[in-house]
């Protein structure tokens, strides 16, 4: 492994479901559903395949019916007018998004800034695209995280080339709101910076509601909006996932793509375009039934005396060890399969200040209801 690389080894969510699956433990770690999405997208897909839509290298920049699909629902969500024809890109998930954009826009030596705790890929990208991370550490308070924005603006330097923000964020659940996106939209344009979101939580969202960075005022030409099909529509193992901008950033970011997988997905396109024009109904169900699903493992982890950060989207909750006299996240979901038979994700790992995420992990709460209950229940009798 390159310098570069050394520091990553294997992920997080690989090592964690290993160990759900040797200990027969019941996965909350790695966040992936356990009902598949809708029928009638599956359906979508198996027609696609029948009838040989896709099955051959489809378009670069992603089939055409993806493309209108995903400018429609970005104007019927969002208010965010996109060409299809020059503004969308498809690539393979958002992880690909992510990592095509970094390794388009961002210099050797430029700084990244990213908010800490950061999706575990976002440090491996910059440091492939040859950029120097800089966390921006999100403050637990009153039950939730938050953005210190004089912290943020305190972080960029004549050396910040880019800002990589996730909101709906992985792992706390929190939502930026409509001031705190205006100040850092504001910070951008007065500091010349490009912005990445990572917005794949959009429609999981319980409180407030989710604003595409994009949609302030100077910021739709500076700003590249990554999304994907996996966890709006649970299909995560399809890997289809999108990047929205203007037509010279879209362009940056699709000079990459051509060089890591060049296309993805054929078929799952073509079903992921029906899927984007489902009715509203669809998505208030799934953030209803997964607000449901969040309150259900909150007040199971809050009997079993962990301190809970609620989360106002995503479906992750963030859980202090604390109460229960631990200390270290790491060591306690190491040994919690054996203690419980259940298995979380340690914060730490998306820290670079370790100290700051150590107490906490993490418990993803898509999974059925008597999943989410005898977890809930085994938590309670664990062991010390
Ligand atoms: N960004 C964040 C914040 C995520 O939580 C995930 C899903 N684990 C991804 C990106 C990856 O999305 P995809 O599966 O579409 O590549
Ligand atoms: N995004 C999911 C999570 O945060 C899974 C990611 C993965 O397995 N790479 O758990």
Not at 100 to 121: R, W
Request: proline letters at 6%.
């Amino acid at each position: 492994l390159n310098r570069r690389l050394a520091q990553f080894g294997t992920t997080i969510f690989a090592e964690m479901s290993a160990l759900a699956a040797r200990t027969g433990s019941i996965n909350l770690g790695q966040g992936f559903p356990d009902t598949d999405g809708p029928e009638e997208v599956r359906e979508a897909a198996v027609r696609a395949l029948r009838d040989g839509r896709g099955n051959q290298y489809p378009p670069g920049p992603g089939v055409p019916e993806l493309r209108t699909a995903v400018a429609d629902h970005q104007r019927r969500f969002h208010g965010l007018d996109v060409d299809p024809d020059t503004e969308v890109l498809v690539t393979a998930g958002a992880t690909e998004a992510v990592a095509a954009a970094l390794l388009a826009l961002v210099e050797p030596g430029d700084e990244v800034i990213a908010l800490e705790p950061y999706y575990d890929s976002y440090a491996a990208c910059i440091a492939m695209a040859g950029g120097v991370r800089v966390p921006v550490t999100l403050r637990p308070r009153d039950g939730s995280y938050h953005l210190d924005l004089d912290e943020l603006r305190d972080a960029v330097t004549p050396r910040t080339r880019l800002l990589l923000l996730n909101t709906p964020h992985n792992p706390t659940g929190t939502v930026l709101g409509r001031d705190q996106l205006a100040a850092v939209a504001a910070l951008a344009v007065e500091r010349d910076l490009l912005v990445v979101t990572d917005e794949v939580y959009e429609h999981l969202v319980f409180e407030g509601e989710h604003l595409p960075l994009a949609s302030f005022p100077g910021m739709r030409e500076r700003t590249v909006t990554i999304s994907s099909a996996g966890k709006t529509f649970a299909f995560t193992g399809w890997k289809v996932g999108w990047a929205t901008g203007s037509r010279e950033l879209v362009a940056a970011v699709r000079t990459a793509k051509q060089y890591l997988t060049f296309v993805s997905a054929g078929p799952f396109q073509y079903a992921v375009a029906e899927a984007l024009r489902l009715p509203d109904a669809y998505f208030d169900g799934l953030r209803a039934d997964l607000r449901r699903k969040r309150d259900l493992l909150a007040d199971g982890l809050r009997a079993a005396g962990f301190g809970v950060y609620l989360p106002q989207g995503t479906y992750f909750v963030t859980a202090d060890i604390r109460p229960l006299g631990a200390t270290d996240g790491f060591a306690f979901c190491r040994t919690l399969p054996e203690r419980a038979g259940v298995v979380a994700i340690p914060n730490a790992v998306f820290y670079d200040h370790q100290e700051a995420g150590a107490p906490f992990v993490r418990f993803a709460f898509c999974k059925k209801d008597d999943v989410l209950t005898e977890a809930a229940d085994r938590l309670a009798r664990m062991a010390p």
